[in-house]
């Protein structure tokens, strides 16, 4: 019998966990009252799943998410939030946490959430000695407006990153839940353009009957009818990348980076951006791509302060950025930065002229790529040619707006 620890130091809610699980065949309940205990309770009982709450005495559930991450690579851990914990939260899934439900959702998303990651960690695959040995690697679909065809495709995925070796189980697992939201996404908001006041996909296991009736609806009429959902599965040897477009208007993309976790569709948000290296969106937003580097199943996921600091503490010089209108120059040490009239830029530029998020520049295998995140007819240019996703190289000119600048390697 599957063995699911619950840990809360509230008696309230365990008892509420525990109830809404019981209610599904097959899983034995443990309770922990705290990080330090739970750990014990993993030892003794050799639990399958973990559902933990952030905010706890002693050991809080983002110390007990790197416990496990260490100690128990294959173990998954589900987090339950309460509001105000939205930071720690993404945290925590940057840390190599499995899933989260929000407490003012558990008894809808709960349930769902547990079997979903018990489904992707169950399976196994036939191909891995065949697989170890790809090196490139191409797929290209076709996918109507029906999300029974994304479980299939979730599973070849699974099925190729589980043969590579590439990645553990619970980084296999974290990706398949970034492709299924990702899907969800293309479906409901953009090819039926189901509104983010509704619920729907991942984060409504039961649809408002009012929502049932728009989706069987469009299902049916133009344009919503024929649209599809065009997906491109790239393997190298270096990572996998997952694009994912469908064919209805696109959103505005520069709200994509929102870390709020409230809202219909948010949550689906923050786990593709938590759970994958890289995720853009093309200009009119009908278009993500999710890109995850291969780690060894011995790797640690490193956090993004991580990511840029050398061993001995201090930042690493990945480049300078120098602005040939006004000569300042600064020092690229974060792996994305992003450039725009938006504060939370990485550069802000302080024209009416620039997009919020204008340009994303992202570090990978020794080069900078500039990402155009605007929806501007001139947007991000490199030597005067527009670009989406494009390598900058020595000596290139990288304009925003009426700024002209280059990188110095």
């Known amino acids: 019998m599957l063995k699911i620890l619950l840990v809360d130091d509230s008696e309230v809610d365990l008892l509420l966990m525990e109830g809404l699980l019981k209610q599904s065949i097959g899983f034995e309940m443990i309770w922990?009252?705290?990080?330090?205990?739970?750990?014990?309770?993993?030892?003794?009982?050799?639990?399958?799943?973990?559902?933990?709450?952030?905010?706890?005495?002693?050991?809080d559930g983002l110390e007990l998410v790197q416990r496990v991450r260490q100690a128990h690579p294959q173990l998954p851990v589900i987090l339950t939030t309460a509001v105000g914990s939205e930071d720690i939260a993404a945290e925590a899934l940057n840390q190599g946490a499995a899933g989260y439900v929000p407490k003012s959702q558990l008894s809808k998303l709960l349930v769902p959430t547990v079997r979903n990651a018990l489904s992707h960690l169950d399976k196994?695959?036939?191909?891995?000695?065949?697989?170890?040995?790809?090196?490139?690697?191409?797929?290209?679909f076709t996918l109507e407006n029906n999300p029974a065809h994304f479980r299939p495709l979730i599973d070849f995925c699974e099925k190729i990153m589980s043969g590579m070796g590439k990645l553990d189980r619970i980084e296999r697992l974290r990706t398949a839940v970034a492709i299924e939201h990702a899907l969800h996404n293309a479906l409901y908001r953009g090819n039926l353009e189901i509104s983010s006041e509704y619920q729907v996909g991942l984060d409504a296991p039961k649809l408002d009957a009012n929502v049932e009736n728009i989706i069987r609806e469009r299902l049916e009429t133009d344009p919503y009818k024929d649209r599809k959902i065009h997906v491109s599965v790239t393997l190298k040897k270096k990572f996998i990348s997952i694009r994912i477009r469908d064919d209805g208007p696109g959103f505005d993309s520069s709200q994509a980076g929102d870390r709020s976790l409230n809202g219909a569709g948010a949550r689906g948000m923050i786990l593709m951006r938590s759970f994958m290296d890289d995720v853009t969106y093309n200009r009119r937003g009908n278009e993500v791509v999710l890109q995850r580097r291969w780690r060894?199943?011995?790797?640690?996921?490193?956090?993004?302060?991580?990511?840029s600091t050398e061993k001995s503490g201090e930042p690493k010089l990945l480049g300078k950025l120098n602005c040939s209108q006004t000569g300042k120059e600064v020092e690229l040490t974060v792996d994305k930065f992003m450039l725009g009239r938006e504060k939370g830029c990485h550069l802000v530029i302080p024209f009416q002229s620039i997009a919020e998020n204008h340009c994303l520049l992202i570090f990978d295998d020794g080069y900078w790529y500039a990402k155009d995140m605007s929806d501007q007819e001139q947007g991000t240019l490199i030597n005067g040619e527009p670009i989406d996703y494009d390598k900058i190289r020595s000596g290139d000119q990288l304009t925003v707006g009426s700024y002209d600048y280059q990188i110095e390697y």
Do not use: C, H
């Open 32 to 59: 922990a009252e705290n990080g330090r205990q739970a750990l014990n309770r993993i030892q003794e009982w050799k639990v399958d799943l973990v559902v933990t709450d952030l905010q706890m005495p002693e050991m």
């Open 296 to 307: 060894s199943s011995k790797s640690k996921r490193r956090t993004r302060k991580e990511k």
């Open 124 to 140: 196994q695959r036939n191909y891995n000695d065949l697989l170890k040995r790809a090196r490139v690697a191409q797929f290209k």
